[in-house]
């Protein structure tokens, strides 16, 4: 079971990555994810970084484990990858894919940055039609 006090602060709190002076700003539906050592894994680490309402998404991802998107060589995140083409799109007419990679690495999500990524439901899920937070939580709206 989830700490159903730390999971009602990241649901009121956490809103994503980046930073809210950025020019672009994404909306998503959720974060994908949502198996218990995951969410665990995710509220634990987001509550020890100071509980904030917006991280750095490479500095968060590494805090949770997951190194491979924000270093050299990255593969390219299937979501991320449209957005930054379409940042990239709005600001020049020529660009390739190690200019995507690099955008990931080095500028989208990143809390000095200039881009904003915000999640209408706040609890990662591993589809719109799969919901476990019932099974791991006592909180009567989950």
């Known amino acids: 079971m989830l700490d159903d006090l730390l ?3 990241f649901i009121n709190t956490f809103y994503g990555y980046g930073n809210y002076q950025g020019d672009y700003w994404f909306i998503g539906m959720e974060e994908s994810g949502g198996g218990l050592e995951d969410i665990s894994n995710r509220i634990s680490t987001w509550s020890k970084r100071g509980q904030r309402e917006l991280e750095d998404v490479a500095e968060y ?3 949770i484990g997951v190194t491979n998107l924000f270093s050299e060589g990255a593969r390219l995140q299937p979501t ?11 600001t020049r007419s020529d660009f390739n894919i190690e200019d995507v990679r690099n955008y990931q690495i080095k500028e989208l999500g990143r809390s000095n940055r200039n881009t904003c990524l915000l999640e209408l439901f706040p609890l990662p899920s591993p589809s719109a039609s799969e919901w476990r937070y019932n099974q791991y939580s006592l909180l009567p709206y989950l």
Do not use: G
């Not at 991320?80 to 709005?90: E, M, Q, T, Y």
């Open 80 to 90: 991320w990858n449209k957005l930054i083409r379409i940042i990239l799109s709005s």
């Open 7 to 9: 999971i009602e602060t």
């Open 61 to 63: 991802h590494d805090a």
